[in-house]
């Protein structure tokens, strides 16, 4: 049975601040080949949610370099995941920044409209000022008007989808490795290899 359940947007918060100048032994660091920042910013999400889609092609997952979807790494591939998923794991919209919160995700773009930097709000304050978290160019709590960029959009984090045979609680095994927050789907239902070239994937 697939339910919903509430995105823990202070947990993603907690994850994204501990890891904002180190990394989670548990994921490979893409920094210097392409980018690490949607990978960081997917973990982040991970935290919030404890649901991965392990569905070819079009799935949201991390089981190692060699066996991630495309949306776990690459800015547009993310997004579409986020915006268009209707299965099992967090899903979400793009909606102003004036309805932005902690926890949602934000992505830049060139002046020729091509997006290429992921980053994670982490405080919102009484200005409406807004602060991210960030890997690649590491950032804690940095403020977004220091970014240049020509355009931005907001990935609005709804929910969370899970199934009710699988339910985890990721977040302490996650957020203080060594322990394994993932459990692998079988042989039959894990994807054996990735559906995007890494130089799309990883780009930022």
Not at 92 to 106: F, K, L, Q, T, Y
Not at 125 to 153: K, T, W
Not at 169 to 198: G, H, K, Q, R
């Amino acid at each position: 049975m697939i339910l919903e359940k509430e995105y823990l947007r202070e947990r993603a918060v907690m994850y994204a601040r501990k890891y904002a100048f180190m990394r989670n032994p548990l994921f490979y660091s893409f920094a210097g080949i392409g980018g690490n920042c949607t990978n960081f910013v997917s973990q982040c999400v991970l935290a919030g949610s404890c649901v991965m889609n392990f569905t070819a092609v079009y799935g949201w997952y991390y089981l190692s370099t060699t066996r991630r979807s495309a949306s776990w790494t690459g800015v547009e591939y993310f997004y579409n995941f986020m915006t268009q998923n209707t299965d099992v794991g967090p899903f979400g919209e793009e909606v102003s920044i004036e309805n932005a919160e902690i926890g949602d995700v934000i992505q830049l773009a060139n002046e020729a409209g091509d997006f290429y930097h992921t980053l994670i709000i982490s405080k919102i304050d009484e200005s409406g000022e807004i602060y991210i978290c960030a890997n690649s160019n590491d950032a804690l709590d940095r403020p977004l008007s220091e970014y240049n960029y020509f355009s931005l959009r907001v990935i609005h984090i709804l929910g969370v989808r899970y199934d009710t045979r699988f339910i985890i609680d990721c977040f302490e095994s996650l957020y203080s490795p060594p322990l394994d927050p993932i459990m692998p789907p079988s042989e039959e239902e894990a994807p054996n290899e990735m559906n995007a070239p890494p130089e799309q994937e990883n780009q930022e």
